[in-house]
């Protein structure tokens, strides 16, 4: 499931609110090592504690509890306040053994000393070589520790009305500079079309953007962060989305899965849509009507580079003080790789799997009816392929992400530039760092 982001999974969504995508941090900050001991059996039968907020997952929990009699799980939904929750759980001295947190939130409660690190089970270090690689790269923080297990991913795409382009001529971008000259040529020959919209209050769709062109927002050496969230890499991608702004190409009066956008899209007023790959069901189960107008292409790209980006994605992290590190590894093992469970997790929570078994599920590898039957998973797996594994986030996301949306809000509005937007989030990153005495400096 998506990180904490306030995306729309619809169909089998559960909005989550805190990113996109998704990355970890090679700080040093405190974790809770395991010891060797920690990791053996328990004696007797096992009950574990596993909170998450994906549609369903309490059949795919039944279907592990029917099979493993000894090692019992219990599961609670918290998508109405995942992260209060688990914060007020961590508080009070009775965090479950596993639930399920956003890539992008992991450094800030690592800093928090929320996790154990499972890297002393060996099922749990095995595990690497079942995840797409990139993935399993933010979750041991700099290849040190294991204090979760990828479980979903949101590699980005071009979704596409294939019917508007090839209506008034225009070809389906690569780059970016295609696709802005396809936003004035759409416009101009329909005034009240506009290629996509730019959502102000969604940053972790924007993090996704940077992410694709390698602009890292954070590094750690020297005993300190560097933060680098308006670098040139993020300037580049906040300076062309604000001309398409400002020559009002593109509408910023659209929420993510709103009503409103479905009905833009309804009347034939958006073009196209940058999402990921658990937004395959928005359309689908929104748009009936537009079957077959639909298509997924890969995203534009910049230059020649050719890389992309997330948007999304959720972990299943080990918390502090879960009593039966080896039965939480087994579950968690089972959970995140198991062909049967992945495929339970797509149908039910809509879950686009991090690992590499699940990329072969008979659902990921057949065409799509609603997208002309194409096999648009295989573009999501392109997608996943090409994806920056060093990018990082900050131990303050959230705080940084709001300060973005706040200021991407006003630019939106005529208040300032995107560019403007990533100093503010530049400054709120330096100024969350020092209020929790965490080093950090601008810059490399």
Request: charged share 15%; with cysteine.
């Amino acid at each position: 499931m998506s990180s904490t982001v306030t995306r729309t999974r619809l169909a089998a969504v559960a909005a989550t609110a805190g990113i996109a995508v998704l990355a970890g941090c090679s700080s040093p900050a405190p974790s809770g090592k395991a010891t060797a001991a920690s990791c053996a059996p328990s004696k007797g039968k096992v009950t574990l504690q596993y909170w998450n907020t994906v549609p369903g997952m309490d059949k795919v929990v039944a279907l592990w509890n029917k099979k493993n009699p000894n090692i019992q799980v219990q599961t609670k939904n918290i998508s109405n306040d995942q992260y209060g929750i688990l914060g007020n759980a961590l508080k009070a001295g009775k965090a479950p053994d596993l639930a399920q947190v956003g890539y992008d939130e992991l450094p800030n409660l690592r800093s928090q000393n929320a996790f154990v690190d499972a890297s002393a089970c060996s099922d749990a270090t095995a595990a690497k070589s079942k995840f797409v690689p990139w993935t399993w790269s933010q979750t041991s923080f700099g290849g040190s520790g294991v204090f979760a297990l990828p479980q979903d991913t949101g590699p980005m795409a071009l979704y596409v009305r294939t019917d508007l382009f090839k209506k008034y001529g225009v070809a389906i971008p690569k780059t970016w500079d295609q696709y802005a000259q396809d936003a004035r040529k759409l416009h101009q020959a329909d005034p009240h079309l506009t290629i996509t919209f730019f959502d102000p209050n969604n940053a972790e769709w924007f993090n996704g953007l940077l992410w694709q062109n390698n602009a890292q927002m954070y590094g750690y050496s020297g005993d300190k962060w560097h933060v680098t969230v308006e670098s040139a890499q993020s300037k580049q991608v906040a300076e062309y989305w604000q001309k398409l702004i400002s020559e009002k190409l593109v509408r910023t009066d659209l929420a993510n899965g709103s009503t409103q956008m479905y009905a833009a899209y309804e009347k034939d007023q958006v073009a196209s849509y940058v999402g990921a790959a658990w937004g395959y069901s928005m359309f689908r189960d929104n748009l009936p009507e537009q079957a077959g107008k639909w298509s997924v292409v890969p995203m534009p790209t910049w230059g020649t580079n050719g890389t992309s980006g997330d948007w999304g994605g959720s972990t299943v992290a080990f918390m502090k003080g879960g009593k039966h590190l080896y039965e939480s590894v087994k579950f968690n093992t089972w959970l995140n790789t198991d062909p049967e469970a992945l495929a339970l997790e797509n149908q039910l929570g809509g879950l686009y799997p991090a690992a590499d078994a699940g990329l072969g599920l008979p659902a990921l590898s057949k065409g799509v009816p609603y997208y002309n039957n194409e096999r648009i998973f295989d573009v999501f797996a392109d997608s996943s392929k090409k994806i920056d594994t060093s990018f990082t986030w900050g131990p303050t996301q959230k705080t940084v992400n709001l300060a973005l949306q706040d200021a991407m809000a006003k630019a939106a509005a005529g208040d300032g530039t995107l560019t403007d937007a990533l100093a503010a989030a530049q400054s709120a990153a330096l100024k969350s760092m020092k209020d929790q005495a965490i080093p950090a400096t601008a810059g490399k």
